[in-house]
C-alpha cells in the first residue's frame, strides 16, 4: 500500500497561492504603467480628447488599483486581476471600474447614427474631430491587457521566485 504525504497543509497552500497572485497583480500595474503589454496604441482622437499622450489602460481612472487578490472560499483557489462587480466608478464616469475593464477587455462600437448618433459627433467636434459622413461607427479596439499580461508573467520567472523563495522560508523554520 502507498502512503499518501500532504507535501503542503491546505492553509500554506493557500499562503502560497495568495503570494502569487499579488505578486502578477503588482507585475501587471507595472507592465502597463511602463507601456510594456504591447497594447494596441491610442488613436489620434483618444490624444485629442484626453489632452495628452498615455499608455493604453493607463488613463482608465485608476482601474489597475481596483483590480483585486481573492480567496472566494477557504480552499487554496485565489484570484488574480479580480474586478468586483459594484457600482464603484471614476469621478464623472457613467461607467462602473468592472464595466470599463470589459470594454477593454472586449472592446467596443460607439454609434454615429440616429439621435446618439448627433450627439457622438457634436461632442467629438468640440476636440476637432469630424468623422466621415458615412461612417456608422467609431471602433475602440479591445486591449485585453490582463490576459496578455499573465502570458508574459508566466513565460518570465516571476512566478517561479515566489514560489522558491516562500519554499524556501518555510523549509528553513523546520
Do not use: C
Not at 491610442?42 to 488599483?65: C, M, S, V, W, Y
Not at 468586483?84 to 468592472?98: A, M, T
Not at 467609431?138 to 517561479?160: A, C, H, N, W
Amino acid at each position: 500500500m502507498i502512503e499518501t504525504v500532504r507535501i503542503m497543509p491546505k492553509k500554506e497552500s493557500a499562503k502560497l497561492n495568495t503570494l502569487r497572485a499579488t505578486r502578477f497583480r503588482q507585475s501587471t500595474i507595472s507592465r502597463v504603467k511602463q507601456n510594456r503589454l504591447r497594447l494596441k496604441k491610442n488613436t489620434d482622437a483618444t490624444r485629442r480628447i484626453q489632452g495628452k499622450a498615455h499608455a493604453p489602460i493607463n488613463f482608465t481612472g485608476q482601474l489597475l488599483e481596483q483590480m483585486k487578490v481573492a480567496r472566494p472560499d477557504a480552499d487554496k483557489n485565489v484570484e488574480a486581476g479580480y474586478l468586483v462587480n459594484d457600482r464603484s466608478r471614476p469621478s464623472g464616469s457613467k461607467l462602473s471600474y468592472y464595466q470599463i475593464a470589459i470594454l477593454q477587455h472586449t472592446g467596443y462600437r460607439i454609434p454615429l447614427t440616429g439621435p446618439n448618433g448627433e450627439k457622438v459627433r457634436a461632442w467629438l467636434s468640440q476636440f476637432g474631430i469630424y468623422p466621415r459622413a458615412s461612417r456608422q461607427f467609431l471602433i475602440v479596439s479591445p486591449r485585453p491587457f490582463l490576459y496578455r499580461s499573465m502570458k508574459d508573467y508566466e513565460q518570465g520567472t516571476l512566478d517561479d521566485q515566489v514560489i522558491n523563495k516562500f519554499m524556501k522560508e518555510k523549509w528553513t523554520k523546520l
